[in-house]
């Protein structure tokens, strides 16, 4: 791919994300040139996404690593709602497309990184296994309520033994 084709590619991505922020289903309607189909344009999406939420899981995992009292699980998800947080044109566009089989792959390697991260999984464990601890951790981070100034952070980390 020349430096043309990444910068097209990149100002497609932002004006899906634009539109995407006004009406989500007018979004989708046409296939912005760079990309052959919705398919391809997803799976740019969802790498767009891993490149906003692996940064923000590996900056909460450096800062626990040297707090006193550090939570893997409450700083990974703390870097999951700032990454949804900063990028809500993005993560709905992901959500409203979560059951089209081109963005099954991404997801399951999401669900593992996420499980890894927060270390309700080991790199030794068997991927599908990593995926589905993953995928049942990102349930409970969505449905918890984000903390405010009445709630205690380790919410989450109460619900955890039940996986």
Do not use: C
Request: charged share 30%; no cysteine.
């Amino acid at each position: 791919m020349s430096w043309n084709d990444f910068y097209q590619r990149q100002q497609a991505l932002a004006e899906v994300l634009d539109s995407a922020r006004r009406d989500l289903s007018a979004a989708f309607e046409t296939v912005p040139g760079p990309f052959r189909d919705t398919d391809e344009l997803l799976a740019a999406l969802h790498h767009k996404w891993m490149l906003q939420l692996t940064g923000r899981v590996e900056v909460a995992l450096a800062d626990t690593e040297n707090a006193p009292h550090g939570d893997r699980v409450e700083a990974v998800t703390e870097a999951w709602r700032r990454a949804a947080r900063d990028n809500p044109g993005l993560r709905a566009a992901l959500d409203v497309h979560a059951g089209n089989p081109a963005l099954e792959e991404a997801t399951a390697r999401e669900h593992r990184m996420l499980a890894v991260a927060a270390g309700l999984a080991e790199d030794h464990e068997p991927p599908r296994d990593q995926a589905r601890v993953g995928r049942a951790f990102l349930q409970l981070l969505r449905a918890a309520p984000a903390p405010d100034q009445h709630t205690r952070p380790g919410r989450l980390r109460k619900l955890i033994p039940s996986l």
